[in-house]
């Protein structure tokens, strides 16, 4: 990523195979096995085909996005987002941002839905990029309630209480603020491994343990 425009989309298009690595890992974790260190390019080892062409349709889709959302913001957003530009303040002050960042989230909710499971289908199951799209869609709309209450829940605990551990120990400054700091580095560092972790437990709960790991 720290290599503009090119270095983010080579990222974009490994993040699936890495998925499936992070997969492979979950799943000797509740096998207590070991993890060598080569289980960080497992991913890498089956479908690799595949597994990029989802990269390609992510970076497709989230661009057209990107690009509707343009209509609303000059630009702005896409710029921020794709580019690395920092707008200027009239920019951030205005409405169409808002609106743009609105609209882009909501029209990535689908978006997201379709490739929650797709890696995973594609590497375990031997499905095409598009066969496992759908499936992992409609996996996610057939079990909407139980992802409508994770989604809540990691808002909460992800969003909501860092900003409350802020607000209680910034708003003085000095100490109370390098511990707020600290408390959310800390917070980050045990919510983020759960919830990559969540993303096997919910393929668990749904498709089962019908496939090895390559």
């Not at 992070?22 to 260190?37: I, T």
């Not at 499905?127 to 992802?147: D, P, Q, T, V």
């Not at 000095?174 to 959310?184: F, H, I």
């Amino acid at each position: 990523s720290a290599v503009p425009v090119i270095g983010q989309l080579v990222g974009f298009l490994m993040i699936p195979a890495f998925s499936v690595s992070l997969m492979n890992a979950c799943r000797l974790v509740e096998r207590k096995a070991d993890l060598p260190p080569q289980v960080l390019f497992s991913g890498f080892h089956r479908n690799l085909q595949a597994l990029v062409t989802l990269g390609v349709i992510y970076v497709i889709v989230t661009l057209a996005i990107l690009g509707l959302s343009a209509l609303f913001d000059d630009g702005v957003l896409f710029r921020m987002l794709v580019l690395g530009d920092i707008p200027e303040n009239d920019a951030l002050e205005g409405t169409g941002l808002l609106v743009a960042a609105q609209l882009t989230a909501v029209m990535l909710i689908p978006v997201v839905l379709a490739f929650w499971f797709a890696p995973v289908l594609v590497a375990w199951h031997d499905m095409s990029a598009g066969k496992s799209l759908f499936f992992s869609l409609i996996a996610c709309l057939r079990n909407w309630r139980a992802f409508l209450l994770y989604a809540l829940a990691a808002g909460a605990v992800g969003i909501f209480l860092p900003r409350l551990i802020t607000g209680l120990l910034g708003a003085g400054g000095g100490t109370g603020g390098a511990v707020s700091t600290m408390l959310t580095v800390m917070l980050s560092l045990i919510l983020l491994p759960t919830l990559y972790a969540s993303f096997y437990v919910s393929y668990r709960d749904i498709f089962g343990d019908r496939a090895e790991v390559s």
